[in-house]
């Protein structure tokens, strides 16, 4: 089932909650949240105070994708923030493994999140203990770039690889999706679909939603 995450990196900042409830009501069926520390990434966003006070504004689940050095100093922080699922960068973590056990222990889903020049090899010794990959399809640090086409063979290798291995697990595209490569996403193997730009921006959000989630 394809499940559709916008980006709040595109929202209102100054009316977060009510942009987070025009998408709820459109449909979306996750709330992608990009925490960047300006380290990691060349731009800073939001920490779990301002993802604590979205938790009673809205009844979707907090997908929080974590741009940010030494990520495991502050899982706990993201998990008493409403995190429902938290993506770590593999390129973050020194002890990659037990970063995704600490994940797991609060009972938050874990997925580890790769840069597109990241390879797929990184997670070999640790994907059966992942239930998303999240690949970038841009580089990671700001919302309407532009997609980077060679990531499609990057999804359906990773398909390839999850299904090869009989593992249940989500793939998540974040970067650049939009009308033009949707479909060649979802046929990819991809399955959660984070945006940001295309459907802030989209005069139609319910429309935008509905038509992302059927192009397959
Ligand atoms: C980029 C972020 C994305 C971004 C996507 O670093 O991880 O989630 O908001 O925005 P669009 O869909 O505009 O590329
Ligand atoms: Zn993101």
């Not at 938790?55 to 998990?79: A, G, Q, S, W």
Request: proline content about 3%; charged content about 20%.
């Amino acid at each position: 089932m394809i499940r559709i995450a916008p980006s709040i990196l595109s929202a209102d900042f100054s009316n977060l909650a009510a942009d987070v409830k025009r998408v709820e009501n459109a449909g979306a069926d996750l709330l992608h949240i990009d925490v960047m520390d300006g380290n990691f990434v060349p731009n800073i966003t939001i920490g779990p105070g301002v993802i604590a006070s979205l938790k009673d504004k809205t009844r979707l689940p907090f997908d929080v994708h974590l741009m940010i050095m030494e990520p495991e100093r502050y899982i706990e922080n993201f998990v008493k923030a409403g995190a429902d699922i938290i993506s770590v960068h593999v390129e973050t973590c020194m002890h990659l493994s037990r970063t995704i056990s600490l994940i797991k222990e609060y009972g938050v889903k874990a997925a580890v999140a790769l840069n597109p020049a990241t390879s797929l090899s990184t997670l070999d010794y640790v994907l059966q203990d992942l239930d998303m990959v999240l690949l970038m399809t841009v580089n990671p640090g700001f919302g309407g770039q532009s997609f980077i086409n060679s990531m499609i063979n990057k999804i359906a290798s990773l398909k390839k690889i999850i299904d090869e291995k009989k593992l249940i697990m989500d793939i998540e595209v974040d970067g650049g999706i939009n009308s033009d490569n949707i479909s060649s996403v979802i046929n990819a193997g991809a399955n959660v679909i984070v945006s940001g730009s295309a459907i802030f921006k989209s005069k139609d959000i319910k429309g935008t939603i509905e038509r992302f989630r059927t192009a397959g």
